[in-house]
T-cell receptor, first 114, second 115 residues
Framework: GDSVTQMEGPVTLSEEAFLTINCTYT??????LFWYVQYPGEGLQLLLK?????DKGSNKGFEATYRKETTSFHLEKGSVQVSDSAVYFC?????????????FGGGTRLMVKP | EPEVTQTPSHQVTQMGQEVILRCVPI?????FYWYRQILGQKVEFLVS????????KSEIFDDQFSVERPDGSNFTLKIRSTKLEDSAMYFC?????????????FGDGTRLSIL
């Protein structure tokens, strides 16, 4: 079945450091890929998405490129801020199903220190 | 920006009791979902719902669970006889019907605590 694997956290960085959170997936067909962010005490917010190979999703300085050859969708940001501290979830959605169930990775907690 | 709303934010229930979690999806969305997140674990899919019927469900979604669209705006998850292991954060989500790969929009969740 479908699965998503993320690097385990927590990831602790200083402000303005470069961020990479690795995400790899296993899926049949051609899934869509998403990054969701969960700030403390809040729900899941869509951060960015990519729907086909070589697409790059971007939002709020974060980027991720859909790499079919390596089945990866790594999240990057050039300069993190304290306000980026949150849990980040990589997810895949199958486009061939009306319900479009999302399969999530385990989440990676990011802590950014001033 | 329209959002998914969930009530209550926190529900405390005695084991064996029935509980209903409520959600109001985004108004023009037609696909609805429930997920749960046990503390410290990954978010898990429970069920998806479209056109007044379940379109997909996971192994977690057994006979003690049911979903309903009782009116034009609410989407509910009922757990018939709660168990300790049902304690989790439950998230409702909805998505636009136009594209099957549209992202799902999530509510802030209901924290369910079973005593």
């Amino acid at each position: 079945g479908d699965s998503v694997t993320q690097m385990e956290g927590p990831v602790t960085l200083s402000e303005e450091a470069f961020l990479t959170i690795n995400c790899t997936y296993t899926a049949t067909g051609y899934p869509s890929l998403f990054w969701y962010v969960q700030y403390p005490g809040e729900g899941l917010q869509l951060l960015l998405k990519a729907t086909k190979a070589d697409d790059k999703g971007s939002n709020k300085g974060f980027e991720a490129t859909y790499r079919k050859e390596t089945t990866s969708f790594h999240l990057e940001k050039g300069s993190v801020q304290v306000s980026d501290s949150a849990v980040y979830f990589c997810a895949l959605g199958r486009r061939d199903n009306a319900g479009n169930m999302l399969t999530f990775g385990g989440g990676t907690r990011l802590m950014v220190k001033p | 920006e329209p959002e998914v709303t969930q009530t209550p934010s926190h529900q405390v229930t005695q084991m064996g009791q029935e509980v209903i979690l409520r959600c109001v999806p985004i108004s023009n969305h037609l696909y609805f979902y429930w997920y749960r997140q046990i503390l410290g674990q990954k978010v898990e899919f429970l069920v998806s719902f479209y056109n007044n019927e379940i379109s997909e469900k996971s192994e977690i979604f057994d006979d003690q669970f049911s979903v309903e669209r009782p009116d034009g705006s609410n989407f509910t998850l009922k757990i018939r006889s709660t168990k300790l292991e049902d304690s989790a954060m439950y998230f409702c989500a909805s998505s636009d019907p136009v594209y099957s790969n549209q992202p799902q929009h999530f509510g802030d969740g209901t924290r369910l605590s079973i005593l």
